[in-house]
Structures are given as C-alpha cells and as structure tokens.
C-alpha cells in the first residue's frame, strides 16, 4: 500500500474539478511512463465511467483500464483497475479541507501478479520504488501547477 498526501492551497471545490479531469494525469504523471489518455473525446466522469491508457513499464509497453467505483465530489473518487500489470489495484483520491486549503491524499492498495514471494522481491525492488518516484513527480507537478493558489493550465 501507498499512501501520499500533499497540501495545496485551494479548498476541495477548486481542487476537485483538476484531479476529475482524466486528461490532467498526463500533466502530472512522469515523461519515463510514456502516459497517455487513449479514451477519445471527453470523458464523462463519475460512477461506471471507464478510462483507457498507454504507458511503458521499464521499456514494455502496457494498456490500462480503470473504471471509476466511487463517485463523491468535491471529497474523493476511487478508480479501480480492470486491465493492467497489477493483479489488483484501487486508488482512493480524497481531498480533506485544511483551512483555506485542501490536504489532497492517494491510498493506493495494490497486488502484484505472481507468486508470493517472488512479488514481495519485486515490489521491494522495483514497484515500491516506482511509486514513490511516481508520486514525488506528481507532487513536485503539483505544486507548480497549483502550489501559488491559481490552477495554471497548459500552453496552447
């Protein structure tokens, strides 16, 4: 399991709309994975919603399905894998009112494909590390694109 949690200095109901933006993970999700939203056009978000991706895994190529379970806007909204390299994996986004701002956390519960000790081997290794490179980018992404209190968008 990980869990990461980051202050930013809007409340919930600003915070909310730029995580409920499918697109926005290719902002904040590292160049090395290669990320991209494959789901054409907009994605209508909330309950049953289904979102497709591309990345690469240390070079291999890998498809990804998620499909939103919890729908809870501005407090939280939970994806869970139906395709991709874990044999489970659920990640919780909630978003905690803290004074003017918003405590955002990630919980994110996962398995790996294989047997059990082989994947104890592996996570530690590589996933867990991963993870957390993950999410330290995204943190750091974070705070550029809101950290000053405005939502900066992208340059068209």
């Not at 806007?73 to 004074?99: C, I, N, S, T």
């Amino acid at each position: 399991m990980l869990v990461a949690e980051q202050r930013l200095p809007l409340p919930p109901h600003e915070v909310f709309p730029f995580f409920a933006d499918a697109r926005n993970l290719e902002r904040i999700t590292p160049p090395f994975l290669g990320f991209r939203v494959l789901t054409p056009g907009a994605i209508a978000m909330g309950e049953g919603a289904l979102i497709d991706y591309r990345l690469r895994l240390h070079g291999i190529p890998l498809r990804w399905r998620t499909r939103i379970a919890v729908w809870d806007p501005p407090h939280r909204f939970v994806d869970d894998q139906l395709r991709g390299p874990y044999r489970r994996w659920r990640h919780e986004h909630a978003f905690l009112p803290d004074g003017e701002g918003t405590v955002a956390r990630d919980r994110v519960e996962y398995e790996l494909r294989g047997p059990g000790r082989l994947t104890g081997v592996a996570n530690h290794l590589l996933v867990a590390r991963d993870l957390d490179r993950v999410f330290r980018y995204r943190a750091d992404r974070l705070e550029e694109l809101l950290g000053d209190g405005l939502l900066h968008q992208p340059h068209e």
